[in-house]
């Protein structure tokens, strides 16, 4: 071929120092750029050689060859893939293939975008002008009669082709570093780039520096491959000992045999694994290969909780596995990866276009070869075909849960404390998710059994059943049609009620008078359970949720008129309103089954949830004090303290005690504030000072 000289057609004079300034951030994936472009040229040789339009050598193996040299301040990227003819360096080097670099020009030479440019434009080759003043090919085509190529780049619009000496059919490209990007010819930078984003091409990657000293190692004669280079054989000779045998008789025997070791030079080994766990059939992995790729990958030693291996290949091809940690701390301080793929080469971490929010919270690998390479999330965002492998993603998760909990409820429940804030959070963020879960959500209740909302639900619609027999059987046989359908519209709206604790301590009062009366409650004490509770009222009308102290329910009280303790109500209001100085406090007497207790404090479910989203104001500046809680101090007539302090209503003590019950009840609700708990301790001294007289 004739020796060429000429410009490059993009346009413009300044494209280089455009690509160096805005992509300078992730400059280290022009290494991703260099080796991909090298599988893809391997890869294409490969289906030549099945076509039969090429016959590869018989010692064929593919891989890539990365040498760096600080010294020489150059890396070589060489592939063994189909290489190019002096015309196809022309049509995919010489012509850069930017939709447009008028365009592209225009767009980015004075504003920056968050959108990575090579994944805009396709740059692929040319990254490599980020981290290199001056760029090389050699190459040779598989193509019969095909002359070497010789083409440099000095970083501007010109370059140099000629003909060149590579005697191998594959290409070598050489970057001649600039001086700000020197470390990327170390060996080790290079290795942790090449795992960062190589670790699983499917062709094998091997990385040397230039003129290390060769490096031994020991083999046995069988274990020698055709490859090998053998520096020495190494024998070490029989030895024997002079031993007394059953007859008392002395003789030499053999205590180990002669050996024979050969000396090679150290066999290269890739730093990728060419066939990752995902692109193999389920059927056939281990757990230990599961749980191997997950310490590997993710270098997380404590061991996923299980996994789901997906594979499929219609209507698109997918294939990954996704891992579920251990994740029972708060939610929105878990920290997952799920790492993206294309045909094995890594594209991303965490791209939530593709991924469902929540599923971040998981570890894991999803490869989908119909994602392009080089992706823009704003194009992902308005991509149909991308919703879909979302969609896709949730439901094979939600299938996996549910799956799990009809056949293997064991291991779901002793894996539920674990995963529930994620599956919680997936109901929050993703309807369709939540839809599939509903019934197989667990809820832990305060005898540590877990029930799901149907289990739970049973027995209170059974109850409420049997309440509307009764009802039925003591109306008046003559009531009209009419009526008897409005009671059962009015059956109908009613809500079911599940009582739910958040802190088994601080309410384990209320908890002891559930238990006496055969009463359950669930356990709720996540910081993601409020809302996650809030969503599930909003989508069911069979049920509500209420704090086990938001009420004193019928089933803890004594059957009584409202005529019996309507004085006594009257009488305990007005000494307790006077004693506590609030005249807002709302105050109720009931005969409670549970003799012993004085005292309890209840606030309404809706004035609890207020308060709490108050709490989340409060961090913006605003005063949560002003939303008061709708408390209510409910007074036992059955104990002997609340009877002497209506029987003695003149007492000096009468205050006191007043104010003890009442912090007696709002300690078995909540911590007190500190001043109010130094006024406790101090009171309480001062009680057991007049027993003491």
């Known amino acids: 071929m004739s020796n060429k000289h000429g410009n490059l057609s993009i346009n413009s004079d300044n494209i280089f120092p455009i690509i160096k300034k805005w992509l300078y951030s992730d400059q280290d994936i022009f290494y991703r750029e260099l080796v991909s472009n090298g599988c893809d040229a391997i890869t294409k040789l490969k289906k030549l050689d099945m076509m039969g339009e090429y016959a590869l050598p018989a010692d064929f193996k593919a891989e890539i060859q990365i040498v760096v040299d600080p010294d020489k ?77 010789h083409w440099e780049c000095d970083g501007g619009t010109e370059f140099d082709m000629t003909e060149g000496n590579k005697d191998t059919v594959g290409t070598t490209i050489t ?66 000992e002079e031993k007394e045998n059953e007859n008392g008789e002395k003789e030499i025997v053999e205590v180990s045999p002669r050996t024979e070791k050969l000396k090679i030079v150290k066999r290269p080994v890739p730093l990728n694994d060419t066939a990752p766990l995902w692109t193999k059939n389920p059927n056939d992995c281990t757990e230990e290969e599961y749980k191997t790729f997950y310490r590997k990958v993710f270098n997380d030693y404590k061991e996923p909780l299980f996994w789901i291996h997906l594979n499929m290949d219609y209507p698109f091809n997918l294939k990954g596995i996704l891992y579920f940690p251990k994740i029972n701390t708060e939610y929105d301080s878990i920290e997952g990866t799920i790492k993206l793929y294309n045909n094995q080469v890594f594209i991303a971490d965490n791209i939530k276009e593709v991924i469902p929010e929540f599923l971040m919270l998981l570890k894991g690998v999803i490869d989908c070869p119909d994602l392009p390479l080089n992706v823009s999330r704003s194009a992902l965002q308005n991509d149909g075909f991308v919703k879909k492998i979302s969609e896709y993603i949730t439901k094979k998760v939600a299938d996996k849960l549910i799956g799990m909990c009809k056949t293997e409820k064991e291991n779901y429940e002793k894996y539920w404390d674990d995963i529930s804030p994620f599956i919680k959070f997936g109901c929050l963020k993703d309807e369709k998710f939540c ?11 305060i005898d540590d ?13 059974e109850d409420s059943d049997e309440e509307k ?14 009526s008897e359908t409005n009671a059962d519209e009015e ?67 004594e059957e009584t008129s409202e005529d019996e303790l309507k004085e ?20 109720q007497v009931q005969k409670l089954k549970n003799a012993d207790i004085p005292s309890i404090i209840t606030l309404s479910e809706e004035g609890r949830r207020m308060q709490d989203m108050m709490k989340m104001y409060a961090m913006s500046g605003m005063d949560p004090s002003m939303f008061g809680g709708d408390y209510t101090l409910t007074l036992n007539a059955n104990h002997p303290l609340v009877q002497y302090v209506n029987n003695n209503k003149d007492n000096e003590n009468v205050n006191m005690f007043c104010e003890q019950l009442y912090d007696l009840a709002m300690l078995s609700n909540q ?18 000072m007049l027993l003491a007289k």
Do not use: W
């Not at 006594?568 to 709302?586: R, V």
């Not at 911590?671 to 057991?688: G, Q, T």
């Open 175 to 240: 970057l001649f570093l600039n001086e700000d990007c020197l470390e990327y010819a170390n060996e080790y930078r290079a290795r942790e780039v090449l795992e960062k984003y190589c670790s699983f091409m499917p062709t094998a990657i091997f990385l040397r520096k230039a003129n290390a000293p060769e490096e031994y190692e020991t083999i046995s004669p069988e274990d020698k491959l055709d490859t090998d280079t053998v520096i020495e054989t190494i024998v070490e000779e029989a030895k024997t």
């Open 568 to 587: 006594l109500t009257e009488s305990l209001t007005e000494i307790f309103k006077k004693a506590l100085n609030n005249d807002k406090l709302t105050i």
């Open 435 to 445: 839809d599939k879960m509903n019934d197989y959500i667990l809820f832990k209740n």
């Open 73 to 149: 301040k150059t890396i070589s990227i060489t592939d063994n893939g189909l290489g190019m003819t002096a015309e196809e360096v022309e049509e995919y080097i010489n012509q850069i293939a930017f939709s447009g670099a008028t365009d592209f020009i225009s767009k980015y030479k004075d504003k920056a975008n968050e959108d990575q440019i090579i994944g805009h434009f396709g740059l692929g080759f040319y990254s490599a002008f980020m981290v290199a003043d001056e760029v090389h090919i050699d190459t040779l085509s598989y193509k019969d009669g095909a002359a070497p190529v």
């Open 449 to 461: 059994k877990y029930l799901t909302l149907p289990e739970i639900l049973k027995p209170v619609e």
């Open 491 to 557: 059956y109908k709206d009613e809500r079911s009620v599940i009582y739910y604790v958040t802190d088994k301590n601080q309410q384990g009062q209320y908890i002891s008078l559930f238990r006496e009366q055969g009463m359950d409650a669930v356990i709720l004490d996540h910081n993601i359970d409020s809302s996650f509770i809030t969503q599930l009222e909003r989508r069911n009308e069979k049920y509500k949720f209420m704090r086990i102290d938001a009420d004193v329910t019928d089933t803890l009280t």
């Open 671 to 688: 911590p007190l504030a500190p001043e109010a708990m130094a006024k406790f301790v101090k009171r309480s001294n001062d009680i057991m």
């Open 469 to 482: 027999k009764d009802d039925e059987n003591t109306e008046n046989a003559d009531s009209s049609e009419t």
